[in-house]
C-alpha cells in the first residue's frame, strides 16, 4: 500500500463546504449541509487532510447501550483523485479507535451490497455482516449491515 500523506483531525465547521463537495461527487443521493452541520460535534466525525484541503472524511457516533456502547459509521468518502492511498483506511481506523477512547464495544454500519471496494476494506478491517436490508437505499440498492467487535479489532491491530 502506499504511505498515507495525509493527517487526520477532528472536523471543524469550516471544513463543511469541502465535505459536502466530496459527499456529492462520491454518492448518488448525498447528504444535505445540514445533516453534516449536525454531527459537528460527535466524537468521531473526523477529515483526512492534504496541505490545506479536504480529501476525505469519516462520520461516526455513540449510542449509549447498558454498557456495551454502540459506534455508528454513518458515512465515510475519499475524493476520488485523493483514492487509492490508504485515505479510506486511515480514516475508518481513526474513527474506530476515537470510539473505542468513548466507551464503544462494537460498531455498525451499512453498505451498498454492490460496493465491493468498501466491503473489502470493512472486511479487512474486521467487520463481519449480519444482516441485508432490501430496499435501503433510495434507488432501491440493499444494504448490507456489517459490525465488527472492537475488542477484537483492537487485538488484531
Not at 487526520?8 to 462520491?26: F, G, W
Amino acid at each position: 500500500m502506499i504511505p498515507v500523506d495525509a493527517a487526520v483531525r477532528q472536523v471543524e465547521r469550516a471544513d463543511l463546504l469541502a465535505v459536502v463537495r466530496i459527499e456529492q461527487t462520491c454518492f448518488s443521493d448525498p447528504w444535505p449541509y445540514d445533516a453534516f452541520e449536525r454531527m459537528v460535534d460527535e466524537p468521531a466525525f473526523l477529515v483526512a487532510e492534504r496541505g490545506d484541503e479536504v480529501v476525505g472524511y469519516v462520520v461516526a457516533d455513540l449510542t449509549p447501550n447498558h454498557g456495551r456502547d454502540i459506534g455508528h459509521i454513518k458515512d465515510l468518502a475519499v475524493r476520488p483523485d485523493a483514492r487509492g492511498a490508504g485515505i479510506g483506511r486511515t480514516l475508518l481506523r481513526s474513527a474506530l479507535a476515537r470510539l473505542r477512547a468513548v466507551g464503544a464495544a462494537v460498531v455498525r454500519l451499512e453498505v451498498r451490497e454492490s460496493n465491493e471496494v468498501a466491503r473489502s476494506l470493512y472486511a479487512d478491517e474486521g467487520f463481519e455482516p449480519i444482516r441485508r436490508l432490501p430496499g435501503y437505499y433510495r434507488d432501491g440498492e440493499d444494504a448490507l449491515v456489517l459490525v465488527a467487535d472492537l475488542a477484537d479489532w483492537a487485538a488484531g491491530t
